[in-house]
């Protein structure tokens, strides 16, 4: 750090005399120290290295003279540019005056060193993409641009990539197919950068994904390779290759569409859209499903083990990140289980453990590679049976971090956390239910209740469904000081348009109501008993003949399969089961209100008609276990001594 801007121009200066003296030596020796110590600068600091570069002449002068130099000190030459083009400013002075030297190395032959070509051929890769508001810049060398920052010059290049993109995309593949390299690590670090960088455009990512022995390569040096930089670049690729298109928010979506109406999104804007990938069919879903599991079928796993080896922390945030995306499609689960994608996971999701004395202490692990890691493990605990998946032992420590990812911004995330706690509740493993309990999941999962999406409400209402069984849920529940809204958010999800989050608060009602404060809550809901009446009304024709029944059927499948896409042809076997589910809830709670409740309530029941409806319930439905429900709560009824007739 400098005190202050003078001593920092005062420094440049100095420095740049110095380089510049030797650079301008007779002898060759003095050139390349003056060469490399440009290219050190470049890399210690790079706002001193950039300053020299840019100083006026500077760069004219260089070139003049590089041309004439041996190839060790054009190799020097062309990784330095390629450093400084992590500077906009910078890339945009080399763009100018250094591209036609490093097309003539890497397009037109000039020369038949691999390492000085894919050397030049990185520096050519970022001076191409300069134009793309995605700098992959940002990452690789850390350094952002400024919001709306261009590099002058970059557009004379603009359709290099359009053209010769696959050809410097080959350069480097052919690089790290050549055996001849393996035992350069420069090389391999260049090709390595250069392809991350390439990676970015989705014609590239294709031009990988389709060259198994690329890939083979590519896996072989992730496992077998100790340079940190080049594993860096490995894993930034692999991001690239595995990464989905961005989802757009329903305000963002808006937004977009009434600027396009308007006719007032920027050019910038829509490059950058496309840079996204959001215009881009080779960035659909369903292709980038296949790339993913192309990787995982030719065995990525053994090479992201090593790199999480000992990984830096932007190393290990790439890594959740690509893990999480491996994870993504469902036909992979499977497969990265029996590969050790857990034993990956656990330590980025859990807080990280206090280091052995026989291993090193990894860096801690940062909010956004928690997520992605924990956000992975969701995704195999919602399909995968967790107790093959994790090991009971493990099981618990899941707990922990699902809750933490409840409280993300990112409603895929809360839907995905839902979903698993829902699947980890099932197992009824005590340990499991009294963690959620003590961590906040039983209130996280009622203030999700309250979202505007419909997919997290929904599961959030089965999580606590699922939560209900465990008794001190239940009793947490049935305190009338404390649960009266909790009831009436029940009852009026019970009475909700989306099948899957009725039929969930419509079965937690089916379990509370054995509690006669439950009961007592219910009946004292304004609208309580009628909700529940119309749960077991589902179908019922009001008459016996065929145009009725026909009629109620119809509207009771129009009511549970709203949830569906509209051109999907109904299932109706599916529907009916769907109405049978509801009735059967709708029935267990009218039988828990009679026999919990007692004369009182049967008497309100029956005021209401509901004798009647439970009645016709029985005849309209071929369930047994609906029927038998309702004619328990009759029986009860009858018990009571109130009369059925």
């Known amino acids: 750090a400098f005190e202050s801007t003078s001593n920092r121009d005062r420094v440049t200066g100095r420095t740049a005399d110095a380089i510049l003296e030797d650079i301008r030596g007779d002898k060759i020796v003095t050139r390349t120290t003056g060469f490399q110590a440009l290219g050190l600068v470049v890399q210690a600091d790079l706002s001193i290295g950039c300053a020299i570069l840019d100083k006026e002449g500077i760069l004219p002068e260089l070139m003049d003279c590089v041309e004439l130099e041996p190839e060790s000190i ?52 970022k001076i191409v993409l300069s134009e793309s508001k995605k700098d992959p810049s940002v990452g690789l060398n850390g350094v952002p641009d400024p919001a709306g920052a261009k590099g002058k010059g970059a557009g004379s290049d603009s359709d290099l990539l359009d053209d010769n993109g696959a050809h410097l995309a080959k350069i480097f593949s052919t690089l790290l197919k050549d055996e001849k390299n393996d035992s350069s690590a420069s090389i391999q670090l260049n090709a390595v950068e250069g392809l991350a960088y390439a990676s970015i455009q989705s014609p590239i990512k294709q031009l990988i994904i389709s060259d198994k022995a690329l890939l083979l390569s590519l896996f072989r040096l992730a496992e077998e390779s100790k340079s940190h930089p080049l594993k860096y670049g490995l894993i930034i690729m692999f991001n690239n290759l595995t990464s989905y298109r961005k989802r757009l928010t329903a305000e963002q979506e808006q937004m977009l569409r009434l600027k396009k109406m308007a006719g007032i999104l920027p050019n910038s804007e829509g ?75 656990m330590p980025l999701a859990l807080q990280p453990p206090s280091a052995s004395k026989n291993s090193p202490p990894q860096p801690p692990t940062s909010e956004s590679a928690r997520s992605a890691a924990v956000q992975a493990l969701a995704k195999l605990t919602i399909t995968l049976d967790p107790r093959l998946t994790f090991k009971n032992q493990r099981i618990p420590e899941l ?12 409603q895929l995330c809360q839907f995905e956390s839902l979903m698993a706690l829902t699947n980890l509740g099932s197992m009824g493993d005590v340990q499991v239910l009294v963690l959620a309990l003590q961590d906040g999941a039983i209130e996280k999962m009622e203030n999700l209740q309250f979202s505007e999406n419909t997919l997290v409400r929904r599961a959030a209402t089965e999580a606590l469904c699922n939560m209900i069984f465990f008794e001190p849920v239940f009793e947490r529940y049935s305190d009338p000081k404390k649960s009266k809204s909790k009831i009436h958010l029940m009852l ?12 969930a608060a419509s079965g937690a009602l089916a379990v509370l109501s054995t509690s006669d404060e439950v009961c007592k809550m219910i009946m004292e809901q304004e609208r ?118």
Request: charged share 25%; hydrophobic share 45%; with cysteine.
């Open 528 to 645: 309580g008993l009628e909700i529940l009446r119309s749960l077991i009304a589902l179908g019922v024709p009001a008459s016996n003949s065929v145009k009725d029944q026909e009629e109620a059927e119809a509207k009771a499948i129009e009511d549970v399969m709203a949830d569906q896409d509209a051109a999907v042809v109904v299932d109706h076997e599916m529907a009916i089961k769907r109405v049978d589910e509801l009735r059967h809830r709708g029935a267990e709670c009218f039988k828990n209100l009679v026999t919990v409740g007692g004369k009182e309530v049967s008497q309100q029941i029956a005021a209401q008609g509901g004798i009647q409806q439970l009645a016709n319930l029985i005849k309209a439905s071929t369930s047994d276990a609906v029927r038998y429900s309702a004619m328990e709560a009759l029986k009860a009824m009858s018990e009571q001594g109130i009369s059925l007739s």
């Open 492 to 503: 009026a999800l019970s009475d909700t348009d989306d099948f899957m989050t009725r039929r």
């Open 271 to 345: 490059k950058r859209l496309d840079n996204q990938g959001l215009n881009d069919p080779l960035d659909d879903e369903t292709v980038v499903h296949q790339r993913n599991m192309t990787l995982v079928k030719l065995g990525i796993m053994p090479g992201l083990h090593a790199i999480g080896q000992q990984a830096s922390e932007a190393t290990r945030q790439s890594l959740a990140q690509v893990l999480r995306n491996l994870a993504t499609p469902t036909e992979t689960r499977g497969v990265l289980v029996q590969q050790g994608i857990v034993r990956i996971l």
């Open 74 to 125: 054009q190799i020097i030459w062309a990784e330095t540019l390629s450093a400084a083009c992590a500077d906009t400013k910078t890339r945009g002075v080399i763009a100018n005056q250094c591209s036609d030297f490093l097309k003539s190395l890497v397009l037109k032959g000039a020369t038949t060193n691999q390492h000085l070509k894919g050397a030049a051929a990185v520096a050519l890769t």
């Open 399 to 410: 707990v922990r971090p699902l809750i933490w990812l409840l409280d993300s911004s990112d």
